[in-house]
């Protein structure tokens, strides 16, 4: 990638040079010479300003993907306060279009491009750092067709914006990213060094998919998985009304099928019969007057002699006023109900908590929660202080407890991006499991997220009493969730739900116990063969090959291309077949279903997809024959 153009605007139209800083120390808003140091495929830029350094490293892969690190140091002997710090870029030309993506519950990762007349901005909207738009900004310029993709790894409340400024009759296109500058007002200390969130950018040819393969490759790479289970949850099975007998139902039942590890979610700690589990976050102690009433180590023992990991639910950023974690430290909150993880005594504080049960339990599959927001950082430090502070809680907690898996979730998708997936292992990327909704979502989130992130939830519930006019004698059917609460039901074919949970962790939510034997055979027989493939998933790109209303195909890939596995969804089939293009190794040759098949032709010709069905996923592999793959 040539970095000339995105280095430094040097012009003098209101925005220019590689940064924006503002703050008790003045403004940085200008093109000027900077210290430059080029070692390999990294080049650093160094400014001074008084008392002030700014210093911005890129870093070029083979593949044409940069990162960007920027830091903030203060070299006086005072405290500076912040108010506005950016990373900045300038693009050439002035006519573009951008591509942004809205995310809320139930609305993960929805994206659209706009013209950019005159600034588009993607902004955090809270504490939770998917909250009201995800970390993701695409350029198109229209002229010469060109496209450049941002992507962040927030460590802040972060902001994305592209602004068009004017000058006479000359234009020019900024891209800014850093801290979002509502409200902010962060005190750095003396000596101290703030760093920005990290960019990730690159060129993009596909417009469809932003070429996230590129994404893809370099964090992999970077963030290799430790894991990828296969995993049950109890959330969709019965939320918060656990029954203890049920669950052990379900354990057995998930360990015949080859699952290897089992979570309680929401609802098994606060006291009394019956309680709402979002009412009484901060009570991390075992319900025994109700549910499961004393026998959680009883359900542990079970699910470790069966074989697997066991799993439980915690939500450690929020408590209401009168749990016991908000009495005994009332110090540690952020108001009445958040605490605060800026704080490092808070941080140790909850991680005695959460290890004790995890020693308690045997637990060693955790599932961290936050299910409320704040919209501005009441110190004015956007939140990066918090974030530091939740990341050295993951860590500490995975240096106590060695190979404990993480997932992470924040009223669903909050939080799925690429900062919390360096010291996550996989997101539970959405409440709502169903197979429509959840592969929008999942082809979205790819364009932003490697594939081993995303966590696959199979949400199914047997019905023998409901007819089929089109099967004499057939009543039974396998109906699917298809938002996060039942309150949506739909029947797709069993080829729609495996092909929709492939791809990353699978798991499964629901009454597994009550399934037909033949279906859980059939799905036995899927988890054997998805624990072949795993290891090809959690290096696998990702490219979305169609992407419309009705149907949509990714193509799942190592690097060199050895090995690509193309899906083809089809919610409603208006044509017989269709005709995909694949990406492959054109001087490759492929094994396709018995067939050896040029890579040039499958690049000129596609992949011919038959009879095409409703609410179907059809799948191809194809395979480079050894002697080109030697």
Same mark, same amino acid.
């Given at each position: 990638m040539n970095l000339d153009h995105v280095l430094r605007f040097e012009g003098q139209l209101g925005a220019s040079g590689l940064f924006f800083a503002s703050g008790s120390f003045g403004l940085i808003n200008h093109a000027t010479e900077y210290e430059h140091t080029r070692e390999g495929n990294t080049q650093t830029f160094r400014y001074h300003q008084d008392d002030v350094l700014l210093t911005a490293t890129f870093t070029e892969y083979e593949n044409g993907v940069v990162i960007r690190k920027d830091s903030f140091k203060n070299l006086s002997d005072a405290p500076i306060v912040l108010n506005g710090l950016s990373s900045r870029f300038?693009?050439? &030309?002035?006519?573009y279009e951008v591509y942004t993506q809205y995310n809320s519950w139930q609305h993960e990762s929805d994206g659209a491009w706009q013209k950019l007349v005159t600034q588009v901005t993607a902004a955090d909207q809270g504490i939770r750092t998917c909250d009201g738009a995800a970390p993701i900004m695409a350029l198109h310029n229209l002229h010469s067709d060109q496209i450049t993709v941002f992507h962040l790894m927030p460590n802040c409340q972060w902001e994305m914006t592209a602004l068009k400024f004017h000058e006479s009759k000359k234009q020019c296109i900024v891209v800014e990213t850093g801290f979002n500058r509502d409200n902010m007002r962060l005190s750095v200390a003396p000596g101290e060094e703030i760093f920005l969130p990290t960019i990730i950018f690159f060129h993009a040819k596909n417009k469809t998919d932003l070429d996230a393969y590129k994404l893809h490759e370099v964090f992999n790479a970077l963030y290799p998985r430790r894991k990828m289970p296969v995993i049950y949850n109890s959330w969709l099975y019965c939320f918060d009304y656990l029954n203890v007998d049920g669950l052990l139902k379900q354990v057995d039942c998930a360990a015949e099928l080859g699952v290897e590890a089992f979570m309680i979610d929401a609802g098994w700690f606060g006291q009394g019969e019956h309680v709402d589990c979002f009412e009484v976050v901060g009570n991390w102690e075992e319900n025994l007057i109700g549910e499961p009433k004393g026998r959680l180590g009883e359900i542990s023992q079970r699910v470790r002699d069966k074989g697997m990991v066991f799993g439980l639910w915690f939500e450690p950023e929020r408590a209401v006023p009168n749990s016991k974690t908000a009495m005994e430290h009332p110090e540690y909150f952020i108001g009445e109900k958040f605490f605060d993880f $800026?704080?490092?005594? @808070?941080?140790?504080?909850? @991680?005695?908590?959460i290890s004790e049960q995890i020693e308690k339990y045997h637990i060693g599959w955790v599932k961290f929660d936050f299910n409320d927001y704040i919209p501005h950082d009441p110190s004015g430090g956007v939140f990066y202080r918090y974030l530091q502070g939740q990341k050295r809680f993951v860590e500490l907690l995975q240096s106590r407890h060695p190979g404990l898996y993480l997932t992470c979730c924040a009223g669903g998708g909050y939080r799925m991006e690429l900062g919390q997936a360096s010291f996550f292992d996989s997101f539970w990327f959405t409440d709502n499991q169903g197979p429509y909704d959840g592969i929008r979502i999942i082809k979205d989130t790819l364009k932003r997220m490697p594939t081993a992130l995303i966590e696959r939830w199979s949400v199914q519930k047997y019905y023998d009493d409901f007819p089929n006019c089109f099967a004499e004698g057939r009543t039974g059917y396998m109906l699917s969730c298809n938002n996060a609460t039942w309150d949506f039901i739909l029947n797709v074919d069993d080829s729609f739900t495996k092909g929709? =949970?492939? &791809?990353?962790?699978? &798991?499964? $939510?629901? *009454? =597994? *116990?009550?399934w037909p034997d033949s279906y859980k055979q059939l799905w036995k027989e899927h988890i054997a063969e998805f624990k072949k493939n795993r290891e090809f998933f959690m290096t696998a790109t990702a490219r979305i090959l169609v992407d419309s209303d009705d149907i949509v195909s990714i193509e799942y890939a190592d690097p060199d291309l050895n090995r690509c596995i193309v899906q083809l969804f089809t919610k409603r089939s208006y044509a017989s077949q269709l005709t995909v293009y694949p990406a492959v190794d054109p001087a490759g040759k492929y094994n396709v279903n018995g067939e050896i098949v040029s890579?040039? @032709?499958? $690049? %000129?010709? &596609?992949?011919?997809?038959? *009879?095409?069905k409703d609410n179907c996923c059809q799948t191809i %592999?194809? =395979?480079?024959?050894?002697?080109e793959n030697g």
């Open positions: 300038g693009l050439d &030309g002035c006519t $800026s704080n490092p005594d @808070a941080v140790n504080y909850m @991680a005695d908590v929709f =949970i492939n &791809g990353g962790p699978i &798991g499964f $939510s629901c *009454d =597994i *116990d009550g890579g040039q @032709a499958l $690049s %000129e010709n &596609g992949l011919l997809f038959k *009879d095409l %592999e194809l =395979i480079k024959t050894k002697k």
